[in-house]
């Protein structure tokens, strides 16, 4: 009778795996914070477009979902890696050669947003393809901590990258941020060569749009709930300016430091108390803490706020995830996962959009209370399924 393997073996194979999305997300992290500076003071077109560059990117993502997932699930989740870190490479040339062509701006501007959108098309392949690996390497019953650790790393390497990407160009200039993208690359490339993939699941694969009704009352839980996260680290800043307060910058790290904390700490209670129960809790303490920064009368109780917020938003990805991927076969995994990645990319979508409607009408404040009631729609959504599946 095979033994099973230990916890920390499972997780050592899932860290060395979701180690490709931590180089990803590095390279998504380099440019976040410089490149809009660099279309609008360097290039001297306005701050729309400035946003339409970064936006390309999420854009790119957004739109490659199907087809990241179906790669996935047919050629196989290394393949998939492998075309991503691609992508990536291709990437950072093209935006080493832009920064290079400053002197001629719209050709400039035009090679950078091509490579914005490879780095969204890889930042999709990439995604999808190491959850689905991992699932494949440790097993479906480990799906919450393949999405956590997962999660973990992205997050880590943006955190790492944002601030590092400035000190690289206030140093060396901005054509390094396309060398270094171009390097990451090429290492993940090289590191990726030997590492044994898992073999593709065989079976019938259902079209994208099946799976996705079949993941959308999941995903829409997750959207609902999500907005809050886009609200906080798209808004947090202004705010703090409304309310004549500084420091909006310790908001969004006592967010990020709960928000891996909780991952870190209580991932395992996803398969100890199901998915939904999990997901249930989370969203209640999102709640408080998206209510809490509404009513917030000094920066202490918006810390608060902030990190039950991120302690709250942690595992419902994860959580909600475990419950999603149960309605699709495992020969279309990778589409399943796509599908549901979609949702969360659609809270980023329109998080900013919506809130800011909603901040010119009512103030800033206001947004958190909005935040809020889309968590509590969310909340009893996620109660509807639970009941369904019982």
Same mark, same amino acid.
């Given at each position: 009778?095979?033994?099973?393997?230990?916890?920390?073996?499972?997780t050592?194979?899932?860290?060395?795996?979701?180690?490709?999305?931590?180089?990803?997300?590095?390279?998504?992290?380099?440019?976040?914070?410089?490149?809009?500076?660099? @279309?609008h *003071? !360097? /290039?001297?077109?306005?701050?729309?477009?400035? &946003?339409?560059?970064?936006?390309? !990117?999420?854009?790119?993502?957004?739109?490659?979902r199907?087809?990241? +997932?179906?790669?996935?699930d047919?050629?196989?989740?290394?393949?998939?890696?492998v /075309?991503?870190?691609?992508?990536?490479?291709?990437?950072? @040339?093209l935006?080493?050669?832009?920064?290079?062509?400053?002197?001629?701006?719209?050709?400039?501007?035009?090679?950078?947003?091509i490579? %914005?959108?490879?780095?969204?098309?890889?930042?999709?392949?990439?995604? @999808?393809?190491?959850?689905?690996?991992?699932m494949?390497?440790? &097993?479906?019953?480990?799906?919450a901590?393949?999405?956590?650790?997962? &999660?973990?790393?992205?997050?880590?390497?943006?955190?790492?990258?944002?601030?590092l990407?400035?000190?690289?160009?206030?140093?060396?200039?901005?054509p390094?941020?396309?060398?270094?993208?171009?390097?990451?690359?090429?290492?993940?490339l090289?590191?990726?060569?030997?590492?044994?993939?898992?073999p593709?699941?065989?079976?019938?694969?259902?079209?994208?749009?099946? @799976?996705?009704?079949?993941?959308?009352?999941?995903?829409?839980?997750?959207?609902?709930?999500?907005? =809050?996260?886009g609200?906080?680290?798209?808004?947090?800043?202004?705010?703090?300016?409304? %309310?004549?307060?500084?420091?909006a910058?310790?908001?969004?790290?006592?967010?990020g430091? $709960?928000?891996?904390?909780?991952?870190?700490?209580?991932?395992?209670?996803?398969? %100890?108390?199901?998915?939904?129960?999990?997901?249930?809790? $989370?969203?209640?303490?999102?709640?408080?803490?998206?209510?809490?920064?509404?009513?917030?009368?000094?920066?202490?109780?918006?810390?608060?706020?902030?990190?039950?917020?991120?302690?709250?938003?942690?595992?419902?990805?994860?959580?909600? +995830?475990? *419950?999603?991927?149960?309605?699709?076969?495992?020969?279309? %995994?990778?589409?399943?996962l796509?599908?549901?990645?979609?949702?969360f990319?659609?809270?980023?979508?329109?998080?900013?959009?919506?809130?800011?409607?909603?901040?010119?009408?009512?103030?800033?404040?206001?947004?958190?209370? $909005?935040?809020?009631?889309?968590?509590?729609? =969310?909340?009893?959504?996620?109660?509807?399924?639970?009941?369904?599946?019982?």
């Amino acid at each position: 009778m095979p033994v099973a393997p230990s916890s920390l073996s499972v997780t050592l194979q899932i860290v060395s795996i979701v180690f490709y999305t931590f180089i990803a997300f590095i390279c998504i992290g380099l440019p976040i914070a410089v490149i809009p500076g660099y @279309v609008h *003071e !360097q /290039l001297g077109f306005s701050a729309v477009v400035a &946003g339409v560059t970064i936006g390309s !990117q999420y854009l790119a993502t957004l739109l490659s979902r199907p087809m990241a +997932g179906r790669m996935s699930d047919s050629v196989g989740t290394k393949r998939a890696i492998v /075309l991503g870190l691609s992508g990536i490479l291709i990437s950072g @040339v093209l935006t080493f050669l832009a920064t290079l062509l400053q002197d001629l701006p719209n050709l400039s501007l035009g090679i950078l947003i091509i490579g %914005r959108v490879l780095l969204g098309v890889a930042q999709g392949l990439i995604g @999808v393809g190491t959850i689905s690996w991992c699932m494949g390497q440790v &097993g479906a019953e480990h799906t919450a901590r393949s999405i956590s650790w997962n &999660g973990i790393a992205s997050y880590g390497a943006i955190a790492i990258a944002a601030p590092l990407g400035v000190v690289m160009v206030t140093r060396y200039g901005y054509p390094s941020l396309g060398l270094a993208l171009t390097l990451l690359a090429a290492l993940g490339l090289l590191l990726i060569r030997k590492k044994p993939s898992v073999p593709v699941v065989r079976g019938q694969r259902l079209p994208f749009w099946a @799976v996705f009704g079949r993941i959308a009352p999941f995903g829409t839980s997750l959207c609902l709930a999500s907005i =809050g996260y886009g609200t906080l680290t798209t808004f947090i800043t202004l705010f703090y300016l409304s %309310r004549g307060w500084a420091g909006a910058a310790w908001c969004l790290t006592v967010f990020g430091l $709960c928000f891996i904390l909780a991952r870190l700490l209580f991932i395992s209670s996803i398969n %100890r108390f199901g998915g939904f129960h999990a997901a249930i809790a $989370c969203m209640s303490l999102e709640t408080l803490g998206l209510v809490l920064l509404w009513l917030a009368p000094s920066t202490s109780v918006a810390l608060i706020g902030a990190g039950l917020t991120g302690f709250g938003l942690s595992l419902v990805y994860p959580a909600l +995830g475990v *419950e999603a991927i149960k309605q699709v076969p495992n020969s279309s %995994r990778g589409a399943g996962l796509s599908a549901y990645a979609v949702f969360f990319d659609l809270a980023l979508a329109i998080a900013g959009p919506l809130m800011g409607a909603v901040a010119r009408n009512l103030g800033y404040a206001w947004i958190f209370f $909005c935040a809020a009631l889309l968590s509590v729609s =969310g909340l009893g959504l996620t109660l509807l399924l639970k009941r369904r599946a019982q």
